[in-house]
């Protein structure tokens, strides 16, 4: 395809959990196509959970196409493509780069009791890589593969993430970045290199690892036959952005320790700016390279937020044969209780614990429900115990970071103004949702602008993308101070309660007979 001399632009690639989208940015940061195709994992009821690589593959391809055709009829000449990912799933590919088995997913839970019998290592390789051992990571999941799929280990030239292999697709090349890297325990934070006796530990060949390069790298031209069947110029360079998690905090602006980003999708990331590696005595946060050169991002989890709305509307709320109701109408009934809804709690433990508990076995709780109890209720109790849940994790990035004076907030929970001003109340802080949502794609925008040299500074394209751009401010609410600090002590109780031994033994003593 032949591209009229125009604006430059940028393509990005943001590689999701659920699907494969492609956005396609001109020079000030203005999204003037997108195209998303729906590509998804297939769940196992033993705790698997896999996807074919080269469905990837295929909706990169289809998803740069429509970009090519939307950037010749714009008259914009695309300057890079710059990528992000979901991150910690593995692929293990022969030389040719032919996938040997299905991607292990970041969610897959077949190493789980791999990694508790290797629970003695915690402190090394927390002090090494900023992460517990956990069946998220990758290094647990290569281990696995070596002791449990012999026949595919011995043909395995390289272990791949998902934004690995889509790097590879594009390029030819084996590279990935640290910000990847930082999320398979095999990295030391302080080298920003593959640990030796990390390597050794989990029983990973280093020659079986990508190389490494700096989040925002060019990393390679685009191939002849990519080219071919996108309709793009071969040879444009392709950038590796960094992680999806790092990417929404660039693209929401966090450079400085005084912000922090609550990303609040299917589960929640309350995230810090440091400018050096930082580590929590009782192991509850993760350190990670930051997509910001030189910094580092602390990170809080909260496993289910957003899911947790869904299941309620779709789940509980749906007769058989009935229309769903929106998304905006329970918000709406949400919006007519009080804060605290009428004493209605909730833990969103419903895939165990994440900060600060981090306790797999907690499961989801509604309490204090009565027969008065209505569906507006346990919505309102829905967004205010993700909240809560929040600000623990907020409360432990302060500890390691500095004390944060904004929290700025995205993902599809925040199109609602009654859970950002929930937000804003319980966390006490303003709270900011930027007109642009797409904060994953806004970063790999910004790491692009600046690795092909639209933009002269990370914090300059952020501002130019902006520009213009109308934000939304939300101040706490004094009068619910009380209300939520009484929740959350209630909370904290609650789960206290029932995470003791005995009772815990009984609960699942009955489970069994």
Same mark, same amino acid.
């Given at each position: ?74 008259q914009l000449k695309p300057a890079c493509i710059s990528v992000t990912a979901q991150r910690s799933s593995v692929i293990p590919v022969d030389r040719s780069g032919l996938p040997l088995h299905p991607a292990i997913m ?205 299941? %309620?509307?779709? &789940? ?7 229309? =769903?109701? *929106?998304?905006? /109408?329970?918000? $709406?009934? @949400? ?91 319980? %966390?006490?802080? &303003? ?7 797409? =904060?994953? *794609?806004?970063? /790999?925008?910004? $790491?692009? @602008? ?64």
């Amino acid at each position: 395809m032949f591209f009229k001399v125009g604006m430059q632009a940028i393509i990005t690639v943001d590689i999701g959990t659920t699907s494969t989208r492609a956005i396609l940015y001109d020079a000030g940061g203005r999204v003037r196509h997108m195209d998303q195709r729906a590509n998804g994992p297939v769940y196992f009821e033993d705790g698997r959970v896999e996807q074919d690589a080269l469905s990837w593959q295929t909706a990169l391809i289809a998803v740069l196409k429509t970009c090519a055709v939307a950037a010749q009829a714009n008259q914009l000449k695309p300057a890079c493509i710059s990528v992000t990912a979901q991150r910690s799933s593995v692929i293990p590919v022969d030389r040719s780069g032919l996938p040997l088995h299905p991607a292990i997913m970041w969610q897959d839970h077949r190493s789980a009791s791999l990694a508790q019998a290797m629970e003695a290592h915690n402190p090394l390789v927390y002090s090494k890589s900023g992460l517990k051992i956990s069946p998220v990571f990758s290094a647990i999941k290569m281990t696995w593969l070596r002791r449990n799929r012999p026949d595919v280990w011995g043909q395995t030239h390289k272990m791949l993430g998902v934004q690995d292999w889509v790097l590879y697709c594009l390029t030819g090349r084996f590279v990935t970045d640290q910000s990847f890297g930082s999320r398979t325990n095999l990295l030391n934070l302080q080298t920003r290199n593959w640990d030796a006796d990390l390597l050794a530990l989990f029983e990973v060949d280093p020659d079986q690892l990508c190389d490494l390069v700096a989040p925002g790298s060019v990393v390679g031209g685009l191939t002849s036959d990519m080219a071919r069947v996108t309709g793009l110029g071969a040879g444009l360079p392709v950038v590796s952005a960094g992680g999806d998690q790092q990417c929404a905090a660039l693209g929401l602006g966090l450079f400085s320790p005084e912000r922090a980003v609550s990303n609040t999708g299917t589960g929640s990331y309350l995230i810090g700016h440091s400018k050096a590696p930082v580590f929590d005595a009782a192991m509850r946060l993760a350190c990670n390279v930051s997509a910001v050169p030189g910094a580092y991002i602390v990170e809080a989890a909260v496993l289910t937020s957003g899911a947790i709305y869904r299941w %309620f509307r779709e &789940s509980l709320l749906l007769a058989p044969g009935a229309q =769903a109701l *929106s998304f905006d /109408a329970l918000n $709406a009934e @949400a919006s007519t209780v009080p804060a605290g809804a009428n004493g209605v709690l909730l833990l969103p433990h419903f895939k165990g614990s994440g900060a600060p508990y981090w306790d797999p076995e907690s499961r989801g709780t509604f309490f204090n429900l009565s027969l008065s109890t209505s569906r507006a209720d346990m919505a309102r109790a829905i967004l205010e115990g993700i909240a809560v849940e929040m600000k623990a994790s907020l409360e432990l990035v302060e500890t390691l970071c500095a004390k944060v004076k904004t929290v700025v907030v995205s993902g599809g929970m925040t199109r609602s103004d009654l859970f950002n001003q929930i937000q804003s109340d319980v %966390f006490e802080r &303003s709270v900011v949702r930027f007109a642009n949502n797409e =904060a994953t *794609s806004l970063g /790999a925008w910004i $790491a692009g @602008a600046v690795a092909t040299g639209l933009e002269s500074t990370y914090e300059q394209a952020f501002a130019h993308a902006q520009m213009g751009d109308a934000s939304i401010s939300y101040q706490a609410n004094p009068a619910n101070h009380e209300v939520y600090e009484r929740q959350r002590r209630q909370s904290r109780a609650l789960y206290q309660a029932l995470a003791a031994p005995a009772l815990r033994e009984l609960i699942l003593n009955q489970d069994e007979t």
